[in-house]
């Protein structure tokens, strides 16, 4: 079965460094997501991606947050100067459509120090 | 009200009982629906998209109620690897095209 993948799966960074979350979402899906999870908390939306552009995104997806999709394959989520509270769980997700369900990759575990 | 909303729980549950979580959401026009488990520290995992007319799939029934505005899932025979947080989403499909995310309800089957 297709499956989302996520690399790397935990990656610990300085506060104030930069920071590259790559996802290779399922071929045939039109629609990628970036979502993350604080230990103990719920899963949140942080940006929507379709046709080549942002959809959507929260308000949680500031002017440090930013999305690319550069070959058709992977579709990276880039944080430009992280905070301790940047440290999470981040989940790639794609869809065939926008009203099909979500598949979401393995996550890569981010942690600022 | 909160858009999605659900019982966190936790529901402790010996195995082979029925148990069952309701989650409510805010947004009428809300178009889809499903039910995700996710285990600690692990990805969402899709468990069943919850259609008009109810749906089932084994041992777990989901069912829409869009007059309350609210969906189920009912797990029958409850077995140990059923002990996981079970996720309510909503796609609300507006020009948004927003998919929110319930907390979770924690549910711990008992030997």
């Known amino acids: 079965e297709p499956e989302v993948t996520q690399t790397p799966s935990h990656q610990v960074t300085q506060m104030g460094q930069e920071v590259i979350l790559r996802c290779v979402p399922i071929s045939n899906h039109l629609y990628f997501y970036w979502y993350r999870q604080i230990l103990g908390q719920k899963v949140e939306f942080l940006v929507s991606f379709y046709n080549n552009e942002i959809s959507e995104k929260s308000e949680i997806f500031d002017d440090q947050f930013s999305v690319e999709r550069p070959d058709g394959s992977n579709f990276t989520l880039k944080i430009r100067s992280t905070k301790l509270e940047d440290s999470a769980m981040y989940f790639c997700a794609s869809s065939e459509n926008g009203n099909s369900p979500l598949h979401f990759g393995n996550g890569t575990r981010l942690t600022v120090t | 009200r909160k858009e999605v909303e659900q019982d966190p729980g936790p529901f402790n549950v010996p195995e082979g009982a029925t148990v069952a979580f309701n989650c409510t959401y805010s947004?009428?026009?809300?178009?889809?629906f499903f039910w995700y488990r996710q285990d600690c520290r692990k990805e969402p995992k899709l468990l069943m998209s919850v259609y008009s007319s109810g749906n089932e799939d084994g041992r777990f029934t989901a069912q829409l109620n869009r007059a309350s505005q609210y969906i189920s899932l009912l797990i029958r025979d409850s077995k140990l690897s059923d002990s996981a947080t079970y996720l309510c989403?909503?796609?609300?499909?507006?020009?948004?095209?927003?998919?929110?995310f319930g907390k979770g309800t924690r549910l711990h089957i008992l030997p």
């Open positions: 989403v909503v796609n609300n499909m507006n020009r948004d095209d927003k998919i929110i």
């Open positions: 947004n009428s026009a809300s178009q889809s």
